[in-house]
DNA sequence: CGATAATCGAGACGGTACGTCGAGTCTTTAG
DNA sequence: CTAAAGACTCGACGTACCGTCTCGATTATCG
């Protein structure tokens, strides 16, 4: 069952995956989902095709387990003492994170969502979950030192900190910079936060 | 120069438009973008492939055109004397259509944006600018009515609900409802809108 | 540079240029050459396109292919030590040979060999060369024998004997029977043969 | 009932058919009957493929009738009083027309015969027949004037006449000129003619 | 050690859709 | 009603890609 058991034959190279991962990205983030080839990431590896099926199913499944696997190990956690700063701190690195060829990676997987549930469902869980559930803390940590009232509209506005992000990153070509964190954070987040405070 | 001059040759037929549009968006919300292949619209419409050719250089290109044409017809825009009114009953309507067959056509599209740049700007001419610019004139009949204070983020704003509405709708599994619309509005919008009033 | 090397990849499957070669023969015969498609020779093999373009560069080429390949193994050669016995032989022999699919295909590329020089190679040397060749070697054992005298003119009596086959076979609607191959012998070969005599 | 009545609309432009004949005669020589298309002979000769498609029901009556327009007005008969000055005459005169565009375009049709019945039948009568039947004359005048015995092989003779014009014309790459005549005649021909006498 | 078995790169395989082009028909404006 | 122009449907073209399979060669474990 385990394909990682000594069993008899030779073993997987496991600096296949790396290497193979390493190609999706680039043939990825250079020509998009639906222009990328198993042929061109085998051939940018330097593999042969059944090596990648051999590893992933499809076309697809390479592509969510790149993509995530990349994602997970790239998400700042800062934890000063203020929200405030968290916040500036979180969105700057990550935004950054995103402008790279992650972003266009997972804007790449977004018009096929509606009709793979399993990609919807890697997506979520490996790509947005994580940065709400950042942001979340983030801020409980913010209550719980009482800098945030406890009425603050605590799920509007982490899903509003999403939504802003992305909506940047994939729909507008408005850049997702400094400036732009600046004043997502005094015009909406922090308002928001101290509402009636 | 003009392909629609009086001409000699025989005129293309412009109910071939509308079916092809039909059909396209027919299959396009049956199968999505990526399965969606020309033959099936072309049988679809009862057309011959060169007819679609005619009229779209690609796939691409007949999505876009089908997409903005709805678009660009359903857009509301009420205008009832009060800010807050005015926004329940645009997100309201704009997010009941956007959950129909468009919705998915324009998330369709989300991951060629990076590669194809006429497709960029058709979707954001088409389909951007048009939410963010009711929204807009929307406040700013406010803001002239006196119902706002001059300080509002006006582009905050107006941001945040273009990227509220299409976070739920292209990324999240989150259902685009009253509920969601009436929490975005008290808990973030209005706020925004009257603070420091 | 030898497509047959022991080379790397998979090899082509060797037992696939019969099939092909079968069902392109199968298709030619029942249609013609001008009905016969790609895609109905590849759904009769069972074979994909591109398998087919992998062996052979057009429809003609695979045409041309086919039909030599078949000629090549059909041209009787009777040595029976009679000139009028091996000359009845061969014509009857042949004639029926071309009466087959066989003679429908090569007629099916005669009226591209002015604009095709390599199909025109391959059409002479592979299909009337050794007609040719056979009856002039027939004709020099006899020589030899002492059977026919030396002034016979032989490069005429070959050259018609290959004309009056072709035509009957390609041109006109009489049969290429034992009849026409008896008159032919009696009546023209045999008396320019002896001329003299 | 007739289309050249004098009628109520515009008449037909006789002039039309010999330009349309023409042009098709031109790209038939230039390109060879496959792909020769209807568009190429409309652009050639300024018109609308309707104006071909008016007078003939497809590309093959539209070749055909070119065709055999053409042939029927060049079959030489000449009559001098000697059979074998009138052979080396028609043969001569008639092997330089068939070198000729006319020529390449009866090659064309070879390979549809088997195919295209209609085609095979005005075939026979208008470019085969004519031929015989100038040669069965010519011979049949030798016969009554007594150069020739009664005995000689008339159908025979004839039928090699045709093939070997055509074998030449059409299948090998040697010329149709005065030496391939010359041999022709007296190697084979007259002492057919005059076998026995 | 030799046998066995799973791996590797390479590339042929069947199949499906692509975007183009030709045949023959239809529909317009101009005469 | 005919002419030229050109859009129309239909279907074959030759190419590209997917996911599978098959080859020789390699690399491990097992007996």
Redesign the interface.
């Known amino acids: 069952m385990d394909p990682n058991r000594p069993g008899r034959g030779r073993p997987r190279d496991a600096s296949r995956d790396a290497a193979l991962r390493q190609a999706a990205m680039e043939v990825l983030a250079e020509?998009?989902?639906?222009?990328l080839t198993m042929d061109a990431v085998a051939a940018q590896a330097r593999a042969g095709k059944a090596t990648i099926y051999r590893r992933w199913d499809s076309k697809l499944d390479l592509v969510i387990d790149t993509c995530t696997q990349l994602v997970q190990r790239n998400i700042p956690e800062p934890d000063s003492g203020s929200v405030e700063h968290d916040l500036r701190e979180f969105l700057s690195a990550f935004a950054s994170f995103l402008t790279g060829p992650v972003g266009?990676a997972a804007?790449?997987?977004?018009?096929?969502?509606?009709?793979e549930p399993e990609l919807?469902a890697a997506?979520?869980t490996s790509f947005?979950l994580p940065q709400r559930d950042v942001v979340r803390r983030l801020i409980d940590r913010g209550l719980r030192r009482g800098e945030i009232g406890p009425e603050a509209?605590v799920d509007?506005?982490v899903?509003?900190t999403?939504?802003?992000l992305?909506?940047?990153l994939?729909?507008?070509?408005e850049p997702l910079d400094a400036e732009f964190v600046e004043?997502?954070l005094t015009?909406?987040l922090l308002?928001?936060l101290h509402?009636g405070t």
């Open positions: 020509v998009g989902y639906r222009a266009k804007q790449a997987l977004v018009g096929e969502l509606p009709h919807a997506f979520r947005l509209p509007t506005i899903e509003l999403g939504a802003a992305l909506y940047r994939m729909l507008t070509d004043r997502l015009q909406a308002p928001l509402r």
